[in-house]
């Protein structure tokens, strides 16, 4: 028989979300326009079109630091951990910040990869900031298909970030933009090899100065077969523990009065990379800036410039909005991409919340 849990467990437990596990706030704040976001939620799992089938698993809505909204499809709850996909690389720039904040890295530095070392080799060049911004230069190709580098990696590959390490220069770093999971799998190397240093069980250093932080209790980061956490792809948390990480992020950094991030930290992984065009990738997240100078073209055109997202395969969301102080997290199994239209979620719930 499992221990009974002591009185101040019990309490922790019966809190009301983020610091517990309590519900849906209730009531809501008098300013929440609750036929509006039911319409919201209503709209996220409403299958229209039998041949584009949404699939949304769940929906987490938190404004103000509340939860206001939250539910799920048959089979899945509150207590569900769900696969971020490419949401994992978020976390990677988290666990970055947290070591930038430590004085162990500093990302305007020559990225400390033991393959690039040699005299003369070009990648020499690429810093932190350059992998972070997926700006680096280095050849790789995110093609979802055999024989592509991203499904070599995932699926063929000891250690994920030695593969992309060795990969070559194709361009000069910082002069173009390309998505690549391989630049994020070399981060969480460098991630683990610093972290080592302290934490002789790096996951240690993941669970203590992250996701203890911040009450993600559910967290799983999986690892490659070289045990290194797969920072591109391989991250699973409750939707809740999801909006947790969201929360991190809307309140710069700032859980409970103590700093996770370094200061500056969310304003830089939230500022367009100059190569994106749209103004669309800050620093392994997903921005709605707009073009240079034309902001009303952006990826999000209906949802505010500010938004920044947590993005993954099968539309995996965790959008941030400070200007809205909002929290949007969405899970899927939407095989078909333009079954889910993120955009017009952001703008329903959107709607919901007062213009301030």
Same mark, same amino acid.
């Given at each position: ?70 539910? #799920? ?84 590959? #000891? ?39 302290? #934490?002789?069980? #790096? ?154």
């Amino acid at each position: 028989m499992s221990p009974e849990p002591s009185s101040a467990a019990a309490r922790v437990s019966d809190a009301p979300w983020p610091i517990g596990d309590g519900g849906v706030s209730e009531p809501l704040a008098s300013d929440v326009n609750i036929g509006k976001l039911k319409t919201a939620l209503d709209a996220a799992f409403v299958e229209s079109d039998p041949e584009k089938k949404k699939l949304t698993r769940a929906v987490v809505i938190v404004y103000d630091g509340n939860l206001i909204g939250e539910r #799920y499809a048959p089979g899945f709850d509150k207590n569900t951990a769900l696969l971020g996909w490419s949401m994992s690389k978020s976390v990677t720039n988290a666990l970055v910040g947290i070591l930038v904040r430590q004085g162990k890295l500093r990302i305007k530095e020559a990225a400390p990869v033991p393959e690039w070392q040699n005299t003369g080799d070009p990648r020499k060049s690429i810093t932190l900031d350059h992998l972070l911004r997926m700006s680096s230069g280095l050849k790789f190709d995110e093609t979802y298909e055999p024989l592509h580098d991203v499904t070599d990696m995932l699926y063929r590959s #000891y250690s994920f970030a030695a593969y992309a390490a060795g990969k070559p220069l194709e361009v000069e770093p910082d002069s173009r933009w390309v998505y690549s999971s391989g630049t994020a799998n070399i981060i969480a190397r460098i991630v683990r090899q610093t972290a080592e240093k302290d #934490y002789p069980k #790096y996951y240690d250093f993941l669970r203590k100065e992250l996701f203890a932080k911040i009450g993600m209790q559910s967290a799983v980061p999986e690892p490659d077969a070289s045990g290194t956490f797969v920072g591109s792809s391989y991250m699973f948390a409750t939707p809740r523990d999801w909006a947790r990480f969201g929360l991190l992020y809307l309140q710069d950094g700032v859980w409970e009065g103590e700093r996770i991030l370094p200061e500056g930290w969310v304003k830089y992984s939230a500022t367009p990379t100059p190569k994106a065009p749209q103004g669309q990738y800050g620093a392994m997240f997903w921005l709605n800036a707009g073009t240079e100078g034309n902001p009303s073209d952006r990826i999000w055109p209906n949802a505010p410039t500010d938004a920044f997202a947590a993005r993954g395969y099968q539309e995996q969301y965790v959008v941030i909005i400070p200007s809205k102080k909002l929290v949007i997290v969405r899970f899927g199994a939407t095989s078909v991409r333009a079954a889910w239209d993120i955009n017009d979620f952001i703008s329903r719930v959107v709607a919901a919340i007062p213009d301030k």
